[in-house]
């Protein structure tokens, strides 16, 4: 199937699409720093550069695009065109994540992922409950843990 806009539409429409300071990012810093919570962004001398780190706390937070890391949920569709390339690219990326991880949990980093579906979406949670939830862990013992949108039960 070919794409329904020119390549050059294509490629500017791409590269607005930020890494750093997404809508979801920018919620989360701003509920965190109202709480109470100092952090850090981007630390580069960390596996993985994490979007927020908590060092008093030692915990660091990701908060993934559902289509760029490949979250199977109601926001990620694999892309028609280009198939093989965006393939590799999303594998690599889910990949890279699992090396980070691997590399902070030695280094005795707590991590918290907060999907982008959790914050957006259909299947989206209450802001508060989301805060809620990323709060108390952060003010928990808790090594690992994941926000992602509600799921839906599928009845027969």
């Known amino acids: 199937m070919a794409d329904v806009v020119s390549i050059k539409k294509r490629s500017e429409m791409m590269s607005g699409i930020r890494s750093k300071n997404t809508r979801p990012e920018l919620l989360i810093r701003k509920a965190l720093h109202q709480a109470g919570f100092r952090f850090r962004i981007h630390q580069s001398d960390l ?3 994490p ?3 908590l060092p008093k706390y030692k915990a660091a937070i990701f908060i993934h695009g559902c289509f760029w890391h490949g979250h199977e949920c109601h926001l990620f569709k694999w892309p028609s065109t280009r ?5 590799m690219k999303i594998n690599r990326n889910r990949e890279k994540d699992r090396e980070s ?3 902070l949990h030695e280094q005795q980093w707590r991590v918290l ?3 982008e579906c ?3 979406g259909r299947d989206r949670l209450d802001l508060s409950i ?6 108390k862990w952060v003010a928990s013992k808790v090594k690992f843990k994941v926000i992602e949108g509600k799921t839906r039960l599928l009845f027969s």
Not at 83 to 87: G, I, L, N, Q
Not at 130 to 135: A, L, S, Y
């Open 47 to 49: 596996p993985g550069k």
């Open 101 to 103: 991880l691997e590399k």
């Open 118 to 120: 959790a914050i957006k």
């Open 130 to 135: 989301c805060f809620h939830k990323i709060t």
């Open 113 to 115: 992922i907060i999907w």
């Open 83 to 87: 198939a093989d390339f965006w393939k």
């Open 51 to 53: 979007d927020l780190v």
